[in-house]
């Protein structure tokens, strides 16, 4: 019969070492989450923004109300600059006008590289983060 002392370190070891992966993947997700949380936000602003390029002179005239397709484009995209998130983008923000909804979307890109995970990674070193807004105007 084989003698089993000294293998309860060994298994502390490898249970602590679980322990330490769980907690690191766990980080990583709780930091992904709070980058995509952020680049929503970020969308968002952008598409109100965007949504408030009401063109003034249609609306006036004909009280038709609809958007004017450089100003909103220019309004998020303002918005997008003058952010701190906004320069952290890995692609254009894409920004689409619908005139017969009268809707703007704006969906915006962001690589979140991995931190303490990269031990355990196999492929790709990066998380990519999609956040898409739709804000609809109303009537001035």
């Known amino acids: ?13 490898g249970l602590a070492l679980s322990v330490l992966m769980v907690g690191a ?17 970020l969308a968002d602003s952008a598409a109100i923004a965007a949504a408030s390029a009401i063109d003034l002179e249609a609306y006036r005239s004909t009280g038709e109300l609809r958007l004017d ?8 995209l ?3 600059s003058e952010s701190s998130g ?7 923000p894409v920004i689409q006008l619908d005139p017969a909804r009268l ?3 704006v969906e915006l890109v962001r690589e979140v590289p991995f931190g303490l995970i990269r ?13 898409t807004a739709l804000a ?5």
């Open 1 to 13: 019969m084989r003698d089993d002392r000294g293998s309860a370190p060994i298994w502390f070891l």
């Open 25 to 41: 993947l766990s980080a990583e997700l709780w930091r992904v989450l709070g980058e995509r949380q952020d680049l929503a936000g």
């Open 69 to 76: 397709p450089g100003e909103a484009a220019d309004r998020a």
């Open 78 to 80: 303002a918005v997008l």
């Open 86 to 92: 906004g320069g952290r983008l890995s692609a254009a």
């Open 103 to 105: 809707s703007v979307s």
């Open 119 to 131: 031990l355990l990674s196999l492929g790709d070193d990066r998380f990519e983060v999609t956040a």
């Open 136 to 140: 609809y105007p109303s009537s001035p």
